[in-house]
C-alpha cells in the first residue's frame, strides 16, 4: 500500500497540484512568482485566443471521439467475424496505433502540404478539382483536416479494445436470440451493445482524454495556426507557459482543461458505468 | 580606432607567443590576451546547440571544440535539437536547474530566466575589447542592466531570395528596392504564373522576419521606449494594408506555413520569390543529389535585402542566437574557457568561414570576414548583425516582448488581416488588446 501511495503522491499529486498552485502565482520560467489569486483566469476569460482553443478543443474533441467510436466498432465488429488471415487484418489495423505520433504528423504534414499535397495531386489527376486544397491554410479545412488525422490515428486504440471486449460475449447467447428469431440488428441492439457497453464505457473514456488533451499532432502539423484556428487548450498552455515563459498562465490553461476532463470521467462512470441494467436491472 | 583582421591576427599570434608556460602551450588556437580561465578539475561540459542548416557549421563547431578538448583535456559533449525546440528546452533547464552546461538560445531567451545564467560580463568585455567590439543589436539579446548573459554569437540573416530570369521576364532588370517597386514586381511574377510567398503561418523564423518587416518599414511599432503598446498606429495601418495587397500575389497557402515550406516551395521551382536565410541558396548549390533541375535554380538564384518602406531605412529583425552558460553547471570556469576558445579568432574565423553566410559575427572585427565575398549571394547577409533591430522595438526586451512573439501576436495581426477574418482596424486593436496583457496594462 505505502510505495502505491507514495507514487501516487509523487507522480500524480505532486505534479497535479503544482499545476494548480502556478495558476494562482505569476510564475515565470526561472522565477517562482508570487500568489495572484484568480488574475490568472481573469485574464483568460477576457482573452479571445483562449476562448478559442476552448472551442477548438470541444470541437476537436467531440468530433474526433465520435468518429473514432464510430469508425472503431464498425472495424471491430468485422474484426470479430471469422475471416480468412484474421492476426494479419488485426496487425495492420494496430498499425496507425503503433506508430509514434510525431511520425504520423509528419506524414500528415505532407499529405496536407499547400503545394505538394498527394491527396490534392490525386484529386486533380482525376480530374476532381481544379486547384490544390488549401488543407492546413484554411480555418475551417484546418481544423477537418487535424480532426482527420487524429481519427486516422486514434481508431485502432477504439477497435482493438472493443474488439476484445467483443470476444468476451458468449456465443451461446447470440444462438439463443437467433433462435428466438431476433434479426442481426436485434443482435447487435440487445446482446452485443449492452454487453460491450462497460468496454465502450472505458474506452470512449480514455478515447476523450485522449483526444482532449492531444498536442503533438497540432504542434506538428500547424503549431496552432492559421490564426490559431486549431490551438487546443493543450497546444496554447505550452505556448504560453513554455515558450512565451508565462509559467503561471499556462499552467491555468492547462488547469482549465480539468471540469472538461473531469466532466467527462463521470459522464462515463455514472452515465455508462453504473447503469443498472448492467447488473441485471433495468434501466 | 580601426580594427582589421590583419591586427587582431597579428595580435593572437603575439599574445599565443606570450602564453609559454600557461597549460595552454603550444596551442596557437588558445590565444589569449589577459584573460584566462582554469577548467576546474576532472570539468567535463555538455552543450546543447541547434541543429545545422548549413553542415560547415555543425562540421566546424565540432572541429573547434575537438581542438579545445585537445588543448585542456576538457570533454565537451555537443548535442543538438531541431533550433524551434532550443527555448522550451533552455526553458526547462533554467526552471528545473539541471540540464546542459551550456546552450546556444535564442531572441529573448537570456532575458526571460536571467538570474539562471552565469554572469560573463568580463568574457563579454574582453572580446568586445579585444575583436572591435560587438554589434550593438545582438549585444542587446545577450545583456542586461550592463551585464552579459551570455556571448551573442551569430545573427542568422534573412533576405530576399529571388529566381533572376523569372524577375527579368516580369519586366524588372534589377530587383527593386523600395517596397512600391516590390509590390508591383509580384503583380508581374504572379501573372506570369510565378507568384512570391511569404510566411502568415505559425513559422517562428520566417514567420516573425516577414511581420516584423511589414510593420517596421512602414514605421509601426510594438512598443514606444517606455513599453507602452503602440501597435494601433496609422504606421500599423498602412503596414497591414500593404501586406493585404501583397498577400494578393501569393501562392496559396502561406496561412499554413512553417519554417521549412517556403525553401521547398522555393527550391521544387514552385515560387519566384521567398524571404530566407541563405541555407535555402546553400541547399541548391550544395545540391547532394547532383538533381539538374537543382542545380538549373541554383544558378538562377539571387538574394538581395528586404525592401525599404516608407520609413526610407532597411529594417529587420533576423534571429539571433546566444551562447549561455547556466549558472548551475558545476564548471563555470570551463565553460567559460570554452566560450573563450570558440570566440577567439582562430576558431570564430573559421567557423563564420565554413557557416557559409548562413551566421553572421557579432564581434565587429569579423566583419571582413572573407567568406561574405566569396559569393556575391552571400553579401545579402554579410550586415545582418550590424542592421537587425531587436524583437520588442522600441522598448525594452524581457518576457514582455518574449512573450508577445512566441504567443505571434504580430504574426496573427497580419494573417488576420490578410486573409479576411478581420478588418485591418480590428486585428491591429485585437494585437493591441493582447499584446497589452504582456505589457501588463
Known amino acids: 500500500m505505502l510505495p502505491a501511495a507514495a507514487l ?215 503549431r496552432g495556426g492559421p490564426v490559431n484556428a486549431t490551438h487546443l487548450m493543450a497546444t496554447l498552455s505550452f505556448q504560453r507557459g513554455i515558450s512565451g515563459g508565462q509559467l503561471g498562465e499556462g499552467a491555468a490553461i492547462a488547469v482549465a482543461m480539468i471540469p472538461f476532463l473531469l466532466a467527462a470521467i463521470l459522464f462515463s462512470y455514472f452515465g455508462l458505468q453504473r447503469r443498472k441494467w448492467q447488473q441485471g436491472g433495468g434501466d | 580606432m580601426k580594427f582589421t583582421r590583419r591586427d587582431v591576427i597579428r595580435t593572437t599570434a603575439g599574445v599565443a607567443a606570450g602564453a609559454l608556460g600557461s597549460r595552454f602551450v603550444g596551442s596557437s588556437a588558445f590565444a589569449q590576451e589577459g584573460l584566462t580561465y582554469k577548467p576546474e578539475d576532472g570539468a567535463k561540459l555538455r552543450m546543447l546547440r541547434w541543429s545545422p542548416f548549413v553542415q560547415g557549421d555543425e562540421d566546424q563547431w565540432l572541429a573547434n571544440t575537438k581542438r579545445f578538448t585537445e588543448a585542456t583535456g576538457v570533454e565537451v559533449r555537443v548535442d543538438k535539437e531541431s533550433w524551434e525546440d532550443i527555448r522550451p528546452k533552455a526553458a526547462v533547464a ?212 528586404l525592401p525599404i518602406g516608407p520609413i526610407g531605412k532597411s529594417v529587420e529583425l533576423f534571429q539571433v542566437t546566444t551562447a549561455v552558460i547556466f549558472d548551475y553547471t558545476p564548471y563555470p570556469n570551463a565553460a567559460k574557457a570554452y566560450l573563450q576558445f570558440m570566440f577567439e579568432e582562430q576558431q570564430m574565423a573559421e567557423w563564420i568561414t565554413s557557416s557559409a553566410g548562413y551566421c553572421c559575427q557579432t564581434l565587429k572585427a569579423f566583419d571582413n570576414n572573407p567568406v561574405w565575398t566569396a559569393d556575391p549571394n552571400n553579401a545579402a547577409y554579410a550586415k545582418a548583425s550590424a542592421t537587425l533591430r531587436p524583437n520588442g522595438y522600441a522598448g525594452p526586451l524581457g518576457y514582455a516582448s518574449a512573450a508577445t512573439m512566441a504567443d505571434y501576436v504580430l504574426v496573427d495581426m497580419f494573417a488576420k488581416a490578410v486573409t479576411g477574418q478581420a478588418t485591418p482596424q480590428e486585428a491591429m486593436e485585437e494585437a493591441e488588446k493582447r499584446a497589452n496583457r504582456y505589457y501588463r496594462v
Open chain 1, 8 to 222: 501516487l503522491l509523487v507522480f500524480l499529486t505532486y505534479p497535479l497540484g503544482l499545476g494548480i498552485w502556478l495558476g494562482f502565482t505569476d510564475a515565470r520560467i526561472g522565477r517562482p512568482g508570487i500568489f495572484i489569486g484568480i488574475e490568472n483566469y481573469q485574464y483568460l476569460s477576457d482573452d479571445a485566443v483562449f476562448w478559442l482553443s476552448v472551442f477548438n478543443t470541444l470541437l476537436y474533441t467531440i468530433s474526433a471521439s465520435i468518429l473514432k467510436f464510430a469508425l472503431g466498432l464498425w472495424l471491430a465488429l468485422i474484426l470479430n467475424q471469422n475471416l480468412p488471415f484474421k492476426s494479419f487484418f488485426r496487425a495492420i489495423v494496430l498499425l496507425p496505433w503503433v506508430v509514434p505520433t510525431v511520425l504520423s504528423a509528419i506524414a500528415f504534414w505532407w499529405i496536407y502540404d499547400s503545394q505538394f499535397s498527394i491527396l490534392s495531386w490525386a484529386l486533380m489527376e482525376m480530374g476532381l478539382i481544379d486547384h490544390r486544397i488549401n488543407f492546413l491554410g484554411d480555418p475551417e479545412n484546418a481544423r477537418a483536416s487535424v480532426i482527420a488525422a487524429n481519427v486516422w490515428r486514434g481508431i485502432p486504440f477504439v477497435a482493438i479494445t472493443l474488439l476484445a471486449g467483443l470476444q468476451t460475449i458468449p456465443q451461446s447467447l447470440y444462438e439463443a436470440a437467433t433462435l428466438d428469431g431476433a434479426s442481426r440488428w436485434q443482435l447487435f441492439r440487445f446482446v452485443t451493445l449492452p454487453l460491450l457497453t462497460p468496454i465502450i464505457a472505458i474506452t470512449m473514456t480514455f478515447s476523450v482524454l485522449f483526444t482532449f488533451t492531444d498536442f503533438q499532432l497540432i504542434y506538428v502539423l500547424t
Open chain 2, 94 to 305: 533554467a526552471n528545473v536547474g539541471s540540464g546542459p552546461d551550456l546552450m546556444l538560445v535564442w531572441f529573448d531567451d537570456p532575458h526571460q530566466y536571467p538570474d539562471k545564467l552565469h554572469d560573463v560580463t568580463e568574457l563579454g568585455e574582453y572580446l568586445g575589447t579585444k575583436y572591435g567590439g560587438w554589434h550593438d543589436g545582438p549585444k542587446q539579446y545577450a545583456t542586461r542592466e550592463g551585464k552579459f548573459l551570455g556571448l551573442p554569437l551569430a545573427t542568422i540573416g534573412n533576405a530576399i531570395v529571388y529566381r533572376e530570369s523569372w524577375v527579368k521576364e516580369a519586366g524588372f532588370s534589377e530587383f527593386p528596392k523600395d517596397t512600391a517597386s516590390f509590390l508591383e514586381l509580384c503583380k508581374a511574377l504572379q501573372a506570369k504564373g510565378h507568384p512570391a510567398g511569404f510566411t502568415h503561418g505559425h513559422g517562428v523564423g520566417d514567420g516573425n522576419n516577414y511581420a516584423h518587416w511589414l510593420l517596421w518599414s512602414h514605421g509601426g511599432q510594438m512598443v514606444d521606449e517606455s513599453g507602452k503598446v503602440t501597435i494601433n498606429s496609422p504606421e500599423t495601418l498602412k503596414a497591414i494594408e500593404y501586406a493585404q495587397e501583397l498577400y494578393k500575389t501569393f501562392i496559396p497557402g502561406t496561412e499554413s506555413w512553417l519554417d521549412v515550406n517556403n525553401n521547398r516551395a522555393f527550391l521544387a521551382g514552385e515560387l519566384s520569390v521567398i524571404a530566407n536565410g541563405i541555407s535555402v541558396y546553400n541547399t541548391a548549390k550544395t545540391n547532394k543529389d547532383n538533381d539538374p533541375k537543382l542545380t538549373e535554380i541554383a544558378k538562377d538564384m539571387r538574394t538581395t535585402s
